[in-house]
C-alpha cells in the first residue's frame, strides 16, 4: 500500500509564498504521473499540476506562472512551489500518485491552505 503525506500548507497574505511537499512511503516509481490537486469548499476537485517522470509538468491555467511543481531524484517526494498567491487559491491541497492504471491512482489526506486578502 502506498501512503502518500503532505504537508507545508498554512495561512498566507496575498501575494506570499508556501511551498508544499508530498513524500511518498511504500513502492513508488519515478516514471508514473505524481501531482497536486485541490479543493476548495463546495467545490470539485481539481488538478493543480502534475509531473510525469521527472521533467514533463502540466498546470491548470489559473496557476500557471505562479506555482512549480518538483520531483526528487528517488521519485518518492515532490513538492509544489506557490508563489503570488490569491485569495481564490485557498483549498484543501491534495497529493496523488498516478501509477499504470486508475487501479493504481492514490492519494494524501489533503493540506489546508489558506490566502487572506
Known amino acids: 500500500q502506498l501512503q502518500l503525506v503532505e504537508s507545508g500548507g498554512g495561512l498566507v497574505q496575498a501575494g506570499g509564498s508556501l511551498r508544499l511537499s508530498c513524500a511518498a512511503s511504500?513502492?513508488?516509481?519515478?516514471?508514473?504521473?505524481m501531482g497536486w490537486y485541490r479543493q476548495a469548499p463546495g467545490q470539485e476537485r481539481d488538478m493543480v499540476a502534475l509531473?510525469?517522470?521527472?521533467?514533463?509538468?502540466t498546470y491548470a491555467d489559473s496557476v500557471k506562472g505562479r506555482f512549480t511543481i518538483s520531483r526528487d531524484n528517488a521519485g518518492n517526494t515532490i513538492t509544489l512551489q506557490m508563489n503570488s498567491l490569491k485569495p481564490e487559491d485557498t483549498a484543501v491541497y491534495y497529493c496523488?500518485?498516478?501509477?499504470?492504471?486508475?487501479?493504481?491512482?492514490?492519494w494524501g489526506q489533503g493540506t489546508q491552505v489558506t490566502v487572506s486578502s
Open positions: 509531473i510525469m517522470g521527472r521533467s514533463k509538468t
Open positions: 511504500g513502492s513508488t516509481f519515478s516514471r508514473y504521473t
Open positions: 496523488a500518485y498516478h501509477g499504470p492504471g486508475v487501479e493504481y491512482d492514490f
